[in-house]
T-cell receptor
């Protein structure tokens, strides 16, 4: 079954304790992306990647890191989490065809992070 | 910087009625996506619009794109309760693979 898998689904942690949210897709997609969703603000893109070792900033990259060492995985790293990073996070993937992302993105089920 | 405005943000309508959700964006974009999100769930792709004048239909939903007016519409025909959800538009930012989402339109269809 084609899917985007995020882990963990829920996490409560404390300020400053490094954490990683994993994202894996089994569709051989080139494009992967991370979003955060906050009430009243909609979805905002954090980082995206067009292929292995190719990443770029979205609209809200501050406080986050990503890596793309393998095509299927795109982990989101919070080196020193703060309460303002409490949010619902989604990972997504898509084909990258003819020089652009022109296919719909497949979203994971989301990760709810609470940082105290 | 691409800005996206969806209207309305909240929409309560009766079953059987028609309505349109509008998505305006501020700068050139060569593609636009519509997504649906049910409460507590992830996002589901509805439409991908890739050219000026593109129109796509699926069931009671029809999406269109006017790149010159920087406007996309999502038209709902004869609404049913199952269409209750939040709908997001997301134009791609020209020249990059950034995607900018609108704030979403929360649709409630009442019997």
């Amino acid at each position: 079954e084609a899917q985007v898998t995020q882990n963990p689904r829920y996490l409560i942690t404390v300020t400053g304790k490094k954490l990683t949210v994993t994202c894996s897709q089994n569709m051989n997609h080139e494009y992967m992306s991370w979003y955060r969703q906050d009430p009243g603000l909609g979805l905002r893109q954090i980082y995206y990647s067009m292929n292995v070792e190719v990443t770029d900033k979205g609209d809200v990259p501050e406080g986050y890191k990503v890596s793309r060492k393998e095509k299927r995985n795109f982990p989101l790293i919070l080196e020193s989490p703060s309460p303002n990073q409490t949010s619902l996070y989604f990972c997504a993937s898509s084909l990258y065809y003819a020089g652009q992302v022109n296919q719909p993105q497949h979203f994971g089920d989301g990760t709810r992070l609470s940082i105290l | 910087e691409l800005k996206v405005e969806q209207n309305p943000l909240f929409l309560s309508m009766q079953e059987g009625k028609n309505y349109t959700i509008y998505c305006n964006y501020s700068t050139t974009s060569d593609r636009l996506y519509w997504y649906r999100q049910d409460p507590g769930k992830s996002l589901e792709s509805l439409f991908v619009l890739l050219s000026n004048g593109a129109v796509k239909q699926e069931g009671r939903l029809m999406a269109s794109l006017d790149t010159k007016a920087r406007l996309s519409t999502l038209h709902i025909t004869a609404a049913v309760h199952d269409l209750s959800a939040t709908y997001f538009c997301a134009p791609g930012q020209g020249g990059s693979e950034k995607l900018v989402f609108g704030k979403g339109t929360k649709l409630t269809v009442n019997p």
